[in-house]
């Protein structure tokens, strides 16, 4: 009988740091101090790509492109690139402990599956660096993984497979379709398809929702299940089989696709 055994989730927006603001709020202050400013919502976009890669594609966006030339007189190079991830660097450094809190849900979830035997392995745009600090930070709330792969351990991250099939070597799981990878960006979507396994995008204190705690509790319900359901379409085009609103619907996933798996 085959089924489940491996869960593979990411971290910032998925398993802790309700809405991804750690690292949102370091891309908007690099480059504030370059004078260059980027929105939110603009480094959301890129959201779950391996931090450099992000900052890259911030730095090719039109405006951005264009506002840094009238601010300097010239194009942006790659000298500029890595004094920006160097400022994003020191941020994220600085604050990263401070996003650590499972949001709700994640723990209990975690826990049950894990009493049924399922593994859990997680992969993150964040580098080993910065894990060292979010990994013990999130254990002392009662969030553990069984193995964690970086984007800078493997020849590149998101949306390539490399890091899903890295937990799969370390955790001894024999096939994609014993895998769940589970993400809160499409950047996730897309690294569960291309490495062909079930893939599950959550809504709920997403990246993609982009929404504090206080901010769901505060908004009318037409307006929430609205900003969901725009969130649900993006991840469906984007090859999602599941799009489940919290991790408390991850179970009933996994049931269904052990039912389908036989």
């Known amino acids: 009988m085959r089924k489940i055994e491996c869960v593979i989730l990411d971290w910032a927006g998925t398993a802790v740091d309700y809405g991804c ?4 709020a370091a891309f908007v202050k690099s480059f504030a101090a370059i004078g260059v400013p980027v929105t939110a919502a603009e480094t959301r976009t890129y959201m779950g790509l391996t931090k450099i890669e992000e900052i890259r594609a911030l730095f090719n966006l039109e405006r951005v492109s264009r506002a840094f030339r009238e601010k300097y007189g010239r194009g942006y190079d790659e000298k500029d690139v890595q004094a920006c991830y160097e400022r994003f660097q020191e941020e994220v450094y600085a604050t990263l402990a401070d996003y650590a809190a499972p949001i709700p849900g994640v723990v209990d979830t975690v826990n049950a599956l894990r009493a049924e035997g399922i593994r859990f392995g997680s992969t993150t745009g964040y580098t080993r660096k910065m894990m060292d600090i979010v990994i013990p930070a999130a254990e002392k709330y009662g969030y553990k993984v069984d193995n964690c ?5 493997v020849p590149a991250g998101r949306p390539f497979p490399y890091m899903i099939y890295r937990n799969m070597i370390d955790l001894a799981i024999p096939s994609v379709d014993c895998v769940v990878k589970c993400g809160d960006t499409i950047a996730d979507i897309k690294e569960g398809v291309n490495a062909k396994a079930w893939t599950v995008g959550v809504v709920t204190g997403s990246n993609e929702l982009a929404l504090t705690q206080d901010e769901v509790a505060a908004m009318d319900a037409a307006g929430l299940e609205g ?3 725009e969130v ?3 991840m469906l085009e984007a090859g999602a089989h599941y799009v489940i609103d919290n991790m408390t619907e991850l179970p009933r996933v996994i049931e269904e696709i052990n039912n389908k798996l036989n």
Do not use: G, Y
Request: no cysteine; aromatic share 6%.
């Open 227 to 229: 900003r969901k359901a």
């Open 232 to 234: 649900r379409r993006r």
């Open 21 to 24: 603001f750690a690292p949102v």
């Open 149 to 153: 792969v970086t984007s800078d351990e």
